[in-house]
């Protein structure tokens, strides 16, 4: 008998893994794991700052990013600070669980034996630990007179065996004892559960590591206690919610004036928001860059902090009882009329299978598993992925919360009593005769903090992990464990590209006669910047069996081009460990997009290729991306200022999803200015995306009210020289309207008159004209050199046939203005029309009818008498028009009237030079893809010094007109028709344009 009952302590003793390992011994390494784990932490947060600061993933919101996209990537960065914590933290907490929740034989027991009630039948004992527990217990056992009387009478033979534990303060308390007098075979055991009660109720809130519990009490004050220190401190708030963030750093708290109070760490006030509604709930997302909070008008808002910026807001038929955030931000619970859960990650939303108010709800440690508690007295566990229902209890009593132990091992059940169950076969473990509001497991799962109406109790519950259960070192044979290390990566270039998650593949195989258990896999180094990876458990590997098991890792945007070592190393509970082993592999830092201004183009109203107040700009923005990467989520967004007025054709923001290499994406604005618009117009381009390679601010778009031609060019945003771009879209820009050559020195001895004619009063229009004198325009005032207050320069309805009596008669613009040493230009692109009579030939003014060119036109004839009388040293004459009578796209000027074809012929004096369009019998055309006419087009590129055949500079009068002639009859004979510039010179040699002190723009 006495055997078996030293067997059965023996047996008991061993169920708490007893003579685990010295006090002293597991203290010291608790402090020392205490103390690198500060150390970790310390590292854990530099390494966030760091983040906030170099990855463009944890940056704040930026300017042209919606709240909608900035919560979207915060919850992205939730999920890579949760794999960072469980990377730097994991290893250490596992081990300080273990550490913490042995426990420890003791035989140093005195116990005294005080009173016993008769009436009752309890013998009142007192028990005290020797040596570490100065604490005294006092409680009463059940025994009966008889039973008493022998126990005293055999008293010296009792044999009492304690165990100790070691709290949060470090301190070693008794915490359960076993009572066995061998001779009389009476028994007893009793556990001392509380740690500390104070007066208080629900709601309480225990911080996430579990050193800190706020307590609501009802005299206006919050209290919070120190669970390490054991201390109070108190706060001057009656709070009716209280919530830790995740990180620990802040405390909610509401009060009676429905203001909405956050505390940092320190327990001191940082703000104070008025929210003007009761407050139902409060949490924190796991980040602390966010607080949500339900009030009692049924809305859910989100602000950001810390400043309480509003984000978004929900709202629901019913008020929200309940929120909670899985620990990696991917999942949020909303509980109202029914739980609804977010996957905020995927932006999607199921309605959980709960049709009653939820009234508490726990996410487990891997977020796999959802737990809610309602007022049907259900407690249901969900599949996080799939939302089913994998388990559910009912209870014939009151249930009001719930919460998983963070070992993952267990959930607790707080009602009209307290239960908690096991995870693997939902079997009750753990019972407690206490009418609970609320309960919460600490971090180490080996506490529990308990609200009841009227106090809070913090308690221990001897829970453990599975694995510090059993001593392994009872084995009858030994593991031989063997192991093989693959890796894996999806885009199959053997590297670990930026933003990939490959898998180490581990397959452990025990060819031995005897189980492994406890198997755990160590990587080191635990952090490698721009790599989020986790150590693993893998338990038990019976004899002839293998497991294999993924350990996903995953590179940053910033990871950079690099080989790596991890260590993989393995620890066996009973020291079988399979040697070490080590994996290399190389990391591909992120290609990165080269978004840039490839081409713009302007359609304006009228026409004439410049901007003027009042009318509608379609502006196109040709963006291209000659980077390596791919850019995702280009945001452009158009800014307009003062004076610019943007209209409904466009809208101003645009989100390219994907931007490949050397592809191009039009945006298009349409706008218009008003007469106080500055000359250069403020009209600006900002461009963004979602990992920060291209973040242009306030980049103007180079137009000018009046001179926007000089300013338009290919402008480069972000990366190296446009010549690395390659693309075969069609431009949006002209060549010839950009990098016009402009002299140093005007030239006080030039005269220039341009009249274009696009628009006419009677007649069809002649396309591009507009455009045409206003780039000719320029190139006058650039290239050549002409004065601003010596060009005479009118387009469509102010080119009048007084216009030209005005200029050209006796007395007019030019003859006041000619020198001998004056050089006189002219242009002109408009209408030309034979007289019925065939015996002339007529420039058509804006006003003049084709039916009556002698009455109405301006003769061509008298032009030339009119320029020969200036008796300047040169006049150059040049003519994009015909007189065929029809127009650029070859149809009558004057309807069912054959055109008529008159030769020019006309001696001249020798200082006056014509360049003519075409020959008498033919048309002269447009270029639609360069927006101008096909003559004018390679006359304005003859002027850019392609007509300098000979690269001295200077263009001769031949030069250009060979230039001109090869390609426009080259060009004109691609669309099928024929045209032939003409030149008549008495000195074709003579100098036009002298290049030589001109520069680019």
Known sequence: ??????????????????????????????????????????????????????????????????????????????????????????????????????????????????????????????????????????????????KAKKLISHKESINIKGILTIDPDNSIKLTKIYVIEPFTGIQFEKEFLLIRDFEGNAPISLSNDGAYIAISRDNFITQIFDTKQEKLINLNVNSSILSFSNLHNYLASSNSRNGLQVFRKNFKPVREYNFKKEITDIIFSPDEKFILVADINNNLTIFQLPKFKKIKSFSYTKAVSEMNFSSDGRFLLVGSDTARLYDLLNDKEKKLFVRSKVKDSAFNIDNTQLITVSEDNIVR????????????????????????????????????????????????????????????????????????????????????????????????????????????????????????????????????????????????????????????????INPDCKKTVTIPIQSSINIKSKKHIIKLDFVEANGFSPPPVEIEFSTKEFNKPEIFINDFGVVDGNGNGKIESGEMIDLTIRLGNRGQGTGIDIITEFDNREDVFFTRKYPATTKISK?????????????????????????????????????????????????????????????????????????????????????????????????????????????????????????????????????????????????????????????????????????????????????????????????????????????????????????ILFLDTCFSGTDRENNLLVKNIRPVYIDIETPFRENITIFSATTSTQVSSAYPNKLHGLFTYFLMKGFQSHADFNKDSIISMNEIYLYVKARVEETASQNDREQTPQLQSRNPEKILLNLRNTVQN
């Open 659 to 875: 931007f490949y290499p050397n592809e191009t994406n039009d945006i298009h604005i349409e706008f218009f200015v008003n007469d106080r618009t500055l000359e250069k117009i403020p009209l600006y381009l900002n461009i963004t995306d979602k990992y920060g390679f291209t973040d242009i601010e306030n980049q103007r778009i180079p137009i000018q009210k009046s001179d926007w031609a000089k300013k338009i060019q290919r402008t480069v945003i972000v990366g190296l020289d446009e010549n690395s771009f390659s693309s075969k879209a069609k431009e949006l820009t002209v060549d010839v309207e950009k990098n016009i050559p402009e002299i140093e020195e005007k030239n006080q001895n030039l005269l220039a008159v341009v009249f274009g004619i696009e628009e006419y009063r009677n007649v069809s229009k002649v396309t591009f004209a507009h455009r045409d004198a206003a780039f000719i325009k320029e190139y006058f005032l650039k290239t050549f050199g002409v004065p601003g207050n010596k060009l005479y320069f009118k387009v469509d309805s102010e080119v009048t046939q007084g216009e030209f009596n005005k200029v050209f008669s006796n007395g007019g613009w030019l003859d006041k203005r000619v020198t001998p040493e004056t050089k006189v230009l002219i242009y002109y692109a408009g209408h030309g029309i034979p007289s019925i009579q065939g015996n002339d030939t007529y420039l058509i003014p804006y006003d003049g009818d084709p039916n009556y060119p002698a009455q109405t036109g301006y003769s061509y004839s008298k032009l030339l008498d009119n320029l020969e009388n200036l008796k300047a040293e040169d006049v």
């Open 1 to 146: 008998m006495k055997k078996r009952i030293i067997a059965l302590i023996i047996l008991i003793l061993f169920s708490f893994g007893l003579y685990a390992n010295p006090i002293k011994k597991n203290l010291k390494e608790i402090k020392k794991s205490e103390k690198l784990l500060k150390s970790k932490l310390k590292e854990y947060h530099k390494t966030i700052r760091f983040l906030e600061q170099k990855d463009p993933l944890f940056h704040s919101q930026k300017k042209f990013e919606s709240n909608d996209d900035f919560f979207k990537r915060r919850t992205l960065c939730m999920e890579e600070i949760h794999k960072l914590k469980i990377n730097i933290l994991g290893n250490l907490k596992q081990k300080l669980v273990k550490l913490r929740t042995k426990t420890f034989e003791t035989s140093d027991i005195s116990i005294r034996f005080d009173k016993y009630n008769i009436s009752k039948e309890e013998y009142w004992i007192t028990i005290k630990h020797k040596k570490y527990a100065r604490e005294t217990y006092q409680f009463s056992i059940p025994i009966s007179a008889e």
């Open 381 to 540: 566990l969900f599949n996080l992925e799939s939302g089913i229902i994998e388990h559910k209890i009912s209870f014939r009593y009151n249930v009001n919360s719930v919460d998983f132990s963070k070992d993952g091992q267990y959930f607790i059940v707080g009602g009209d009593k307290i239960e908690i169950y096991s995870l693997k076969n939902y079997l009750n473990v753990w019972n407690l005769d206490i009418k609970a509001t609320q309960v919460r497991f600490s971090e180490l799962g080996q506490y529990i903090a308990i609200a009841t109406k009227n106090n809070v109790y913090w308690m221990r519950t001897l829970l453990k992990p599975e694995m510090s259960l059993k001593n392994y070192k009872e084995i009858q044979d030994p593991p031989f464990l063997i192991t093989s290390v693959e890796f894996s990566e999806p885009s199959g270039n053997r590297y670990l590209d930026a933003l990939e998650t490959a898998s180490i593949i581990i397959t452990i195989a025990n060819s031995g006669k005897g189980a492994s258990y406890g198997l755990d896999i160590e990587m080191k180094p635990n952090f490698i910047d721009g790599l989020i990876y986790n150590n693993i458990q893998i338990g038990k």
